[in-house]
């Protein structure tokens, strides 16, 4: 997975419940991404990252924030969580100059 | 609203045939054009990307792109088993924007 990790790998938390999942990456690369994936909407962003603290806003962001303070790692933030936010989710990178997404391994969150 | 439409399949060819995936797109600025592959549970694997048109060979995998038709494709020669998985395709716009979007995929059933 391209020397990227997400954590935790599966969560269930319940409505309205904050959640913070991580992305770590190992190969320096200066973009990093966060999807969601449903059946039916495949992938679909939510925000991402051009750098230290550079971040902007995805296609379905509503719900959603991110940090990111140090070069490999990329965090998303669901202030309270709801049921609509139940998904897989992906972390993605590439490297500046190079428009390839590369994938780690994903998050189940399911919302109760 | 861009959008990247694929036949969701299942897409069913014998072992040994040729399997032909397609892919079409809204956005006629579109410069660049991915394929990644999805094993159930798993995370997206990017396998081909093109970006002009005609076709781009890689072992067993052939991209093939029109932009006048906006229209590419994915052939897989000699499809095994293990062939057998979602293909998603991913279109990034022109401009300056790493965003890609996704089409919900096409699943492969290669038939021993």
């Known amino acids: 997975d391209a020397g990227i990790t997400q954590s935790p790998r599966h969560k269930v938390t319940e409505t309205g419940t904050p959640v913070t999942l991580r992305c770590h990456q190992t190969?320096?690369?200066?973009?990093m991404y966060w999807y969601r994936q449903d059946p039916g909407h495949g992938l679909r962003l939510i925000h991402y990252s051009y750098g230290v603290k550079d971040t902007d806003k995805g296609e379905v962001s509503d719900g959603y924030s991110v940090s990111r303070s140090k070069t490999e790692d990329f965090l998303l933030t669901l202030e309270s969580a709801t049921s609509s936010q139940t998904s897989v989710y992906f972390c993605?990178?590439?490297?500046?100059?190079?428009?390839?997404?590369?994938f780690g391994p994903g998050t189940r969150l399911t919302v109760t | 609203q861009k959008e990247v439409e694929q036949n969701s399949g299942p897409l069913s060819v014998p072992e040994g045939a040729i399997a032909s995936l397609n892919c079409t797109y809204s956005?006629?600025?579109?410069?660049?054009f991915f394929w990644y592959r999805q094993y159930s549970g798993k995370s997206p694997e990017l396998i081909m990307s093109?970006?002009?048109?005609g076709d781009k060979e890689d072992g067993r995998f052939t991209a093939q792109l029109n932009k006048a038709s906006q229209y590419v494709s994915l052939l897989i020669r000699d499809s095994q088993p293990s062939d057998s998985a979602t293909y998603l395709c991913a279109v990034m716009g022109g401009g300056a924007t790493n965003k890609l979007i996704f089409g919900t995929g096409t699943l492969l059933a290669v038939q021993p």
């Open positions: 093109i970006y002009s048109n």
């Open positions: 956005d006629r600025g579109s410069q660049s």
């Open positions: 993605a990178i590439s490297a500046q100059g190079v428009e390839e997404q590369y």
């Open positions: 190969e320096n690369h200066r973009y």
